[in-house]
């Protein structure tokens, strides 16, 4: 699949961000604790012994540590656009040759057909245009093995206009009273920049039309959300 601007330019970005990719992040995410416990356990209560997981747009690795810390027992498969990214998360998981890998790769490559029992991403999808993200979540469904789960932890755009402004304010407002440096607040809106956020409605209706169940959003605060569909 050829490489499109927009994934050579997400690619750029997040491999300048690499090496202080993890450093911001509690700051830059205002309810960052809330926000991926209610991932972790999403994924833990579907993962079965020996679980395999694939993590899409995996970055340093957050998620899938944490999921890790929770259920060493589990197989996991990081993929990321961003060669950067994932050779920071192979520094960090470097002690787990056996049961993390990795693959350099688009979101929209991903062919795999039931081969995992959790398939789940944070904070990347929402790179994708509102066509990008509809195929992808068919595809996660196809990649799902009979009663898998898809946990997407990702950032909305606000209904409107006027929501959208309340929401991009209170995340500058939060931040901006985290003490985080300026440098890096601008860095993130950079970022920013490349985001291809939908409103939260139709992206649940998408993961129902990928033949996903029991779709539904575990966790939203404000623009931050946590959404989820089983495969029967």
Known sequence: MATTEQETGIGAVFDR??????????????C??????????LVTEALP?????????AGTGLL???????RPDADFTLTDLSEGMLERARTR?????NSIHFRAMDHLALDDVAA???????????????DGKRRLYAACARALKPGGRFVN???VSGDDAAMEARYWQHWRDR????????????????????????PLAPQLDWLREAGLSAVECRYKNVSFVVMCGDRG
Not at 32 to 41: C, K, N, P, R, W
Not at 49 to 57: A, M, S, W
Not at 116 to 130: F, K, R, T, W
């Open 49 to 57: 012994p020996g679980g395999r997981v694939l993590d899409l747009g």
């Open 116 to 130: 995992y029992d959790v398939v789940m991403s944070a904070l990347s999808i929402h790179h994708l245009e509102d």
């Open 175 to 198: 931040v901006g009273a985290s003490g985080l440096d300026q440098v890096e607040i601008d860095a993130a809106i950079e970022r920013q920049s490349f985001d291809r956020r939908a």
């Open 32 to 41: 960052f604790d809330e926000f991926y416990s209610s991932a972790l356990d």
């Open 64 to 70: 899938t540590a944490l999921v890790a810390d929770a």
């Open 17 to 30: 961000a690499a090496a202080s990719y993890d450093t911001g992040r509690r700051r830059l995410i205002p």
């Open 153 to 155: 932890a990702d950032q």
């Open 93 to 97: 998981f470097a002690d787990r040759p």
